[in-house]
């Protein structure tokens, strides 16, 4: 495994971390006892950062890192995320601040979460959602350095609308983050245009979400591919849309064995070949998973492979809205 510095902190950071949206819910049956295995063997293979979210199972995630960190006797790094008050994901242009995160929620979430973490202090906090006209009410900002000052966050962050990476270019100027998370992939490449770069010259840590655009880029899923009742994907991947993605996928699947990799390991690649990149975080439920995927975290891709994977970007938002 390598690392990585944290933006502008001290803080080492391996370039693959753990995902555990999947085992909050929504991603079909749960298995905790799965879950925290999977998440040990992580610890186990020099994986150190791992993200979660309220939202995920309403603090069930946090509850296993906890559990996790008690069974193995090991910690790391822990990312969380305050949900929008106003439960939309994701934020609307036009709304107020004050309606989606007021200072008191900021705080009462950061409680809570703590408390399902087990933790006294959590390594970064970041807003859900984000809207770069927020900057203009810094009531936020001050229920940030309250809870740094209080010592309840180390860091703080926000993550950004999927698909738009445009709404944080003024967040990543501002000094006031230190860092955002993206989606980020072989088909999503735009943060590479503009906010990537910014990123870099302002020493902001940047976390790559879906890496695997929800399970297409492991190469995994076929046309007839059937997902559990529970599993929120029957709403992403709808017939018409998965033959597409299976088409696309199929022109990967030649470049990764040509190059001795899975798709998976290609999509990982692709991420950490930026230099922007500080981790990728893909959801891990299993130990082969964990596996396979840190074997990514070594030789990067040539840039000539690189111009190749840029003429396979497919700008899309498959994301049902919510909220």
């Known amino acids: ?18 995902g555990t949206w999947g085992m909050g819910g929504m991603w079909g049956p749960r298995d905790d006892r799965q879950a925290i295995r999977s998440l040990c063997y992580s610890l186990e293979k020099g994986i150190n950062f791992i993200d979660t979210a309220y939202d995920y199972g309403n603090g069930h995630s946090e509850s296993l890192i906890a559990s996790t960190f008690k069974e193995s006797k090991k910690t790391a790094f822990v990312a969380t995320k305050i949900q929008p008050k106003n439960l939309q994901w994701p934020a609307r242009a036009g709304i107020s601040m004050q309606d989606v995160f007021p200072s008191e929620h900021i705080i009462e979430q950061t409680e809570m979460s703590l408390k399902n973490l087990r933790m006294e202090c959590v390594d970064l906090q970041q807003l859900h959602v984000w809207q770069d006209a927020w900057l203009k009410d810094l009531n936020w900002l001050e229920a940030v350095q309250q809870l740094k000052e209080q010592g309840k966050i180390r860091y703080f962050g926000i993550s950004v609308n999927d698909h738009q990476p445009e709404t944080a270019l003024e967040a990543v100027k501002s000094g006031y983050i230190d860092s955002i998370q993206v989606i980020y992939n072989i088909f999503e490449q735009r ?55 299976c088409r696309r996928v199929d022109k990967l699947k030649i470049i990764a064995e ?23 975080i893909p959801g891990m439920r299993h130990e082969s998973h964990i596996d396979e995927n840190c074997e990514a975290s070594a030789k990067l891709l040539s840039d000539k492979v690189l111009e190749e994977l840029k003429t396979l970007a497919w700008p899309k938002n498959f994301y049902p809205s919510h909220g």
């Open 258 to 280: 040509r190059l001795k990799l899975s798709v998976s390991q290609l999509a990982l690649k692709f991420c950490l070949s930026h230099a922007a990149t500080t981790t990728v």
């Open 1 to 18: 495994m390598k690392f990585r510095n944290f933006g502008k902190t001290t803080e080492n950071i391996s370039e693959i971390g753990h």
């Open 191 to 245: 943060p590479a245009e503009e906010l990537f770069k910014l990123c870099l010259k302002h020493e902001v840590a940047v976390i790559v979400r879906v890496p695997f655009d929800e399970g297409a880029l492991t190469g995994t899923l076929t046309p007839s591919t059937q997902f559990h009742k529970k599993d929120w994907r029957k709403h992403y991947f709808t017939e018409n849309r998965l033959e597409e993605v």
